[in-house]
């Protein structure tokens, strides 16, 4: 069946005019290429906010700079910031969701496959109301351009008194239409993984990105509505006179932390989950093993969902809340480290006795444990209130989330990439191309976010636009620097690589990798209606049933 | 084929030696620069590890157990992964061959969830009793009381039990066993939220608007500590830079005697007085004995006991005043100091009336 389909498509895109190509893709309602559109423009805007993180380097490569002003610089790490969470991470991860899950759960498309391209249109159009701030952020007091009051926006700041001009209302639209792009797509994939498994699938079959997509999706849905809440009134406070916020007429300063929070700290963990999917389906197949641990890893993972809506006030450790209110932050923050330590351990368990291949997705995923384990200790850290009096809102805690983010998230991401390119575009990534990209990469990261965490151990404090010379900071930031252009380099290597793999790669075939998840049954890339007859399954590998008549899994769950 | 396989293995060995390259030469790098920060020029360099002060030192301790916890955790796990990679990767003698399918293990699954919650309960139990020691500490009736205000982009202090008002420069007794006198800090903030942060002598505390913080120092050495505001609170968020001299009783008695005189009226200087009385100067500082009693810039009735000005962004030299007077920008970009505009004449005479404000 999947040649055929392969053979229709070939046939189908030769020859017709490129408008006529470019109106089926804005109007699509096509999981697989809604999935490629959110991946494409995480994409771009990752190289924007790859060039606000360089210009905001160069700034700092010593002290007493000054390649931009203190506004541009401000501007910068605001726009790097929102830019990297709300228009990189979130896309790009809600883009292989939309990818993959109908496909590994064996059904045609998403539950409201309108919904699905609704919201992504409106995330589209958030990126773009944010950048639209550069130029029509000026407002009536010709202050203003890019927002520059910080990616969490602390009030009173965000107040007419503080940012005159339309540059934070940009900020908040942008966060309120696109957050309603992300609620939209959380419903469609909770539906989805719940009504539309093929037969068989039971939900202790699900492959574990599923599983963690499905918790994931149900955070958003929890997280994101405190976050589009408080952006209302910030615009109520903004424009109607209201007080929320508004410290010199009654309002609290502490309630849009805690809104904020309340929506930011599970955040990490919804853009962490997604990527420990990733882990989960691409160590089992490059150890030869499956999944250690299945069902603890299910329970692990709702356990991180609960147990991370409860630990936002450790961004808040500083603020004088009462002795009472820290501790209590402190155990739930430690907690979260019980879980997190239980995957870490399933994966090590997944590759312990198996048959590594270092291919560059595995690659990227023996980093990513290396990377995610050094980040959950700097966590631990963290969240012991006391300690964290010393390390907050310094270069430390950016050290820290960087190396969840970078180290984590954007190396599990990479790893995918690898992974599922041939399966999204028919053609292999370069593996030549790809460790360069690795090792590159991968030096530039320790270079940069390793020796960050000093400075921030050494008094200096983060969003500052230059230092004082003589404080024991310079080497570190100037080698810091140094590392993010690595960096920079790395990454136009990997675009490279998608760039020239598509055209001259090699042909990928159903299944490179001798994987065991539906999605590697059909053709590479998928037809349009994905499975010809919906398939039916019986165990959690349903390709490694196939493969091995002899020893299927069915037998043994 | 086999020449491929061959490079994925030489592939997980370089990475493992990598890595532990990059730990070690990250560790030499911190001990080099720990050494190099030595106590002759703690001031330099503010260092959480270079504590100076009691409740600094507590939170120090806190960290070297923390650290050493987390360091070990970073040692097992690191060397199993190395192990794991090194050992289990694909050679030439298993290429091909499926490794025995293994589901998991419930005995080892409780073993990594018990051990991680034993660590956990030990760090937070070690947390709460130095968040207790220091948040709930009760303030003796020998503590020197001051209010601190954040301001875009500096720092007032009061101290109103002794009826003295200062910006940016902090001078406070030292609080050693003999004679305890620790500082306790009222923090306000005057418009958005900002955060005291002397790493030497203790955590950070934010100072927000409506909101009532308070934190307390015992240094227990004299000398001169840096810090800087922690939390972003506009523009010039960099340059609103921290300064607290540590004075032994003596020293710091006679400064407050000094800062409770009105300020000096010398004659000779009364051009430059007119000049502060009938500009735009008064609408926001206030000098002692003059109709000056604005409240939106420092209190400059003793400027020239300061070493720095705005904010410690420039020493506090007359070239540098007639600077700042004359165009803040130039030292301090987006400060809310206006550009005064004065003529030559009036900018000479203003500078020389300052500089009689001892």
Not at chain 1, 322 to 329: G, K, L, P, Q
Not at chain 2, 243 to 249: A, N
Not at chain 2, 330 to 356: C, H, N, Q, W
Request: aromatic share 14%; net charge neutral.
């Amino acid at each position: 069946m999947s040649s055929d389909a392969m053979a229709i498509r070939t046939a189908e895109a030769a020859g017709r005019p490129w408008v006529e190509i470019l109106h089926e893709w804005v109007t699509t309602v096509d999981h697989k290429r809604l999935g490629v559109l959110y991946i494409v423009y995480a994409l771009v805007f990752l190289v924007i906010g790859g060039i606000e993180a360089v210009i905001i380097r160069i700034q700092l490569i010593r002290p007493l700079n000054d390649f931009v002003s203190p506004q541009v610089f401000n501007r910068m790490f605001t726009m790097h910031g929102t830019t990297m969470i709300f228009f990189v991470a979130m896309p790009v991860l809600f883009g292989f969701a939309n990818y993959l899950v109908p496909l590994m759960v064996g059904a045609r498309d998403m539950a409201f496959p309108r919904l699905n391209a609704f919201s992504f249109w409106l995330s589209a159009f958030g990126g773009f109301l944010l950048y639209f701030s550069f130029v029509g952020g000026s407002g009536l007091y010709g202050a203003g351009n890019a927002p520059d009051v910080g990616w969490w926006a602390y009030a009173p700041l965000t107040s007419r008194a503080f940012s005159p001009g339309h540059s934070t209302d940009y900020w908040t639209i942008a966060l309120l239409v696109s957050g309603f792009g992300s609620i939209g797509t959380a419903i469609n994939l909770i539906t989805t993984i719940l009504c539309m498994r093929c037969p068989g699938m039971t939900l202790g079959r699900m492959p574990l990105l599923a599983w963690l997509n499905l918790v994931m999706s149900g955070m958003v849905l929890i997280a994101l509505t405190p976050l589009s809440a408080a952006q209302i009134m910030l615009l109520a406070d903004r424009y109607l006179g209201s007080h929320f916020f508004d410290t010199q007429a009654g309002g609290s300063a502490t309630l849009w932390m805690h809104f904020f929070w309340i929506f930011g700290h599970p955040e990490v963990y919804i853009l962490i989950l997604p990527c420990f999917a990733f882990m989960s389906e691409i160590i089992p197949v490059f150890s030869r093993k499956p999944i250690f641990g299945y069902p603890v890893m299910v329970g692990a993972s709702v356990c991180i969902g609960f147990v991370s809506m409860s630990v936002w006030a450790h961004h808040m450790f500083s603020i004088g809340m009462t002795s009472y209110a820290n501790a209590f932050f402190t155990i739930t923050t430690l907690s979260v480290g019980v879980p997190t330590g239980i995957k870490i351990f399933n994966w090590l368990g997944t590759m312990w006795g198996g048959r590594i291949q270092f291919k560059t997705p595995m690659l990227f995923s023996i980093a990513f444990l290396f990377q995610f384990l050094i980040a959950g200790l700097t966590g631990i850290m963290l969240g012991s209130a006391a300690f964290n009096w010393q390390l907050t809102g310094s270069y430390f805690v950016v050290a820290h989330f960087h190396y969840v983010i970078v180290g984590g998230i954007l190396f599990a991401l990479f790893g995918a990439f690898y992974y599922w390119y041939p399966k999204i575009t028919g053609k292999m990534l370069s593996e030549t191309l790809g460790k360069i990209h690795f090792w590159l990469f991968f030096i530039g990261f320790h270079m940069t976010f390793d020796l960050m965490h000093i400075p921030g151990l050494l008094g200096m404090p983060r969003r500052i636009y230059t230092y004082e010379p003589g404080r024991g900071w310079d080497t570190w930031n100037l080698l810091v620097t140094i590392g993010a252009l690595i960096q920079s380099i790395a990454t136009l290597v990997f675009v490279a690589n998608l760039i020239i793999s598509y055209f001259k790669g090699r042909d990928a075939g159903n299944d490179p990798w001798d994987a065991w998840t539906l999605e590697w049954s059909v053709s590479s890339p998928p037809p349009e209606y994905n499975f010809a007859t919906i398939p039916t399954v019986a165990s959690r590998r349903p390709l490694w049933d196939i493969k091995h008549p002899e020893d299927p899994d069915s037998r043994y769950e | 084929m086999t020449m491929a396989k061959n490079g994925q293995i030489e592939g997980g060995a370089v990475l493992g030696r990598v890595l532990s390259v990059l730990v070690i030469l990250a560790g030499i790098l911190f001990a080099a620069q720990l050494c190099l920060a030595s106590p002759a020029d703690h001031s330099q360099v503010p260092s959480i590890f270079d504590p100076h002060s009691g409740n600094a030192d507590l939170l120090y301790r806190l960290s070297g157990f923390v650290l050493s916890i987390t360091g070990l955790i970073f040692v097992v796990v690191f060397t199993l992964l190395v192990y794991v990679v090194i050992r289990f990767r694909e050679r030439p003698t298993n290429a091909g061959r499926e490794p025995a399918q293994v589901y998991g293990s419930n005995q080892i699954e409780l073993a990594w969830t018990v051990i991680p919650i034993l660590i956990v309960v030990v760090l937070f139990l070690a947390t709460a009793r130095v968040i207790h020691a220091i948040q709930d500490a009760p303030e003796p009736a020998e503590a020197l009381e001051v209010t601190a205000i954040g301001h875009q982009f500096w720092w007032e202090y009061r101290f109103p039990a002794l009826g003295v008002v200062t910006a940016n420069e902090l001078h406070i007794p030292v609080s050693d066993r003999a004679h305890p006198r620790p500082t306790f800090l009222k923090l306000l903030s005057a418009d958005t939220d900002h955060s005291f942060w002397v790493p030497q002598l203790g955590g950070k505390t934010d100072l927000i608007p409506n909101h009532i913080n308070r934190i307390w120092f015992s240094p227990q050495e004299t000398g001169l500590f840096l810090g800087q505001c922690a939390q972003y609170c506009g523009t010039q968020h960099a340059k609103m830079l921290l300064r607290v001299s540590v004075e032994s009783e003596e020293d710091f008695d006679a400064w407050i005697q000094a800062q409770k005189e009105p300020a000096i009226q010398d004659e000779k200087e009364s051009a430059g007085r007119r000049v502060f009385e009938t500009t735009a100067c008064l609408n926001c500082h206030a000098v002692g004995g003059t109709n000056g009693t604005g409240r939106f810039g420092p209190d400059l009735t003793h400027l020239m006991s300061r070493q720095t000005i705005a904010a410690g962004a420039a020493e506090n030299t007359p070239a540098n005043l007639r600077l700042w007077i004359q165009n803040p920008d130039a030292i301090k970009f987006g400060s809310l100091m206006p550009a005064m505009k004065l003529s030559d004449a009036d900018l000479d005479a203003l500078v020389r009336y300052l500089e009689t404000l001892k």
